[in-house]
């Protein structure tokens, strides 16, 4: 099936980690007594909510756009995004000196619009509800100017950039003496998922990745159980913004239906808890797709008890609306 993709693996993810070490924040794991007693396990949050740009996404970006040869950069570089790579992309392009163009849906959260455009990126808008496809706006803008394109997740740069995370992991439970055995990923193009499996498994084999999705988009999930790549019914419905893809990345699908253990669908209502639940315990500020991994912890779908287990706390911008009905 993926014998035209360049299917990236842990050496990439190493040769990412050297490059963007000093770029990227080593984002502390966090222990919380309150967590351990309620799922039995020795729980650790990966918080990429303090990542810069407030998620994961800006080390793909940087890794990627690093990657173009210099004399290709000066027509800059395109992405589509909802907002977390949108900004990724637009700071990691800011820090290297190149023009950046994002293709945002209208009823994309206005914090993260107006955060991309701060870093000096254009943002062009498209309605989602009418059926208009971001990838053809942005590949014609690309086309048009002579620009890279940066793509969300379905990319062999992106996909290591983002394994530097679960590099991090493993590394920084080894200082402590421990090994992972449950991984938690949120997942939705399964960028995220398929760089974290590739690190973690080639260090810790028995490991077990597990994804989250929300109810009514698991494409991911159904594609592990029927061997290809599903669609999901509906562009969009839930809280959490940032997992709503319509399908895996044929990439990442490659690597994620052999290193991936299981997924599991959370609730919006079980999401807001865990949003909650990081405010008044953690003191964590963290947006719905970065929270839905803590959600299955704390509703126990994924069990926990006797293990140590790592939940990627993947984002945390948040529209303050949202988090401020969901906190209160």
Do not use: W
């Not at 990412?16 to 222990?31: D, I, S, Y």
């Not at 493993?170 to 421990?178: H, I, R, Y």
């Not at 960028?191 to 084999?205: D, E, H, N, Y």
């Not at 253990?261 to 807001?272: F, N, R």
């Amino acid at each position: 099936m993926a014998e035209h993709l360049h299917i990236p693996t842990a050496a990439d993810v190493d040769a990412a980690a050297k490059k963007l070490e000093g770029v990227v924040l080593r984002t502390p794991l966090v222990r919380s007594p309150v967590l351990d007693e309620m799922t039995g396990g020795r729980v650790f949050l990966k918080t990429e909510t303090l990542q810069h740009t407030g998620s994961f996404k800006f080390r793909g970006a940087y890794n990627k756009i690093s990657s173009i040869p210099e004399d290709k950069r000066a027509a800059g570089v395109v992405a589509f995004s909802s907002g977390n790579h949108a900004q990724g992309v637009a700071a990691a392009a800011k820090m290297l000196g190149m023009r950046a163009t994002i293709v945002m849906p209208m009823d994309a959260p206005k914090p993260k619009r107006d955060r991309t455009a701060a870093f000096g990126a254009e943002v062009v808008l498209y309605d989602r509800a009418k059926g208009e496809d971001r990838e053809v706006i942005a590949r014609a803008i690309a086309e048009e100017r002579g620009a890279v394109m940066v793509p969300p997740y379905d990319d062999p740069f992106i996909i290591a950039g983002q394994g530097t995370a679960g590099r991090e992991i493993v590394e920084d439970l080894a200082a402590m003496g421990l090994k992972p055995d449950i991984i938690v990923v949120p997942n939705s193009g399964g960028g995220l998922t398929a760089g974290i499996s590739l690190a973690v498994k080639a260090r810790v084999p028995d490991a077990k990745i597990y994804t989250v999705e929300p109810q009514g988009f698991d494409d991911f999930v159904r594609s592990l159980h029927s061997g290809k790549r599903e669609q999901n019914p509906s562009p969009s419905g839930t809280i959490c913004d940032g997992l709503m893809t319509g399908t895996p990345g044929e990439i990442t699908f490659a690597v994620n239906r052999k290193l991936v253990t299981e997924g599991y669908t959370l609730t919006d209502e079980e999401v807001g808890k865990a949003i909650a639940f990081a405010f008044r315990e953690l003191k964590l500020v963290v947006e719905p797709s970065g929270a839905i991994s803590l959600a299955a912890l704390l509703t126990k779908k994924i069990d926990v008890r006797g293990k140590i287990a790592v939940a990627m706390l993947s984002g945390g911008n948040i529209d303050p609306a949202l988090f401020n009905k969901l906190v209160a």
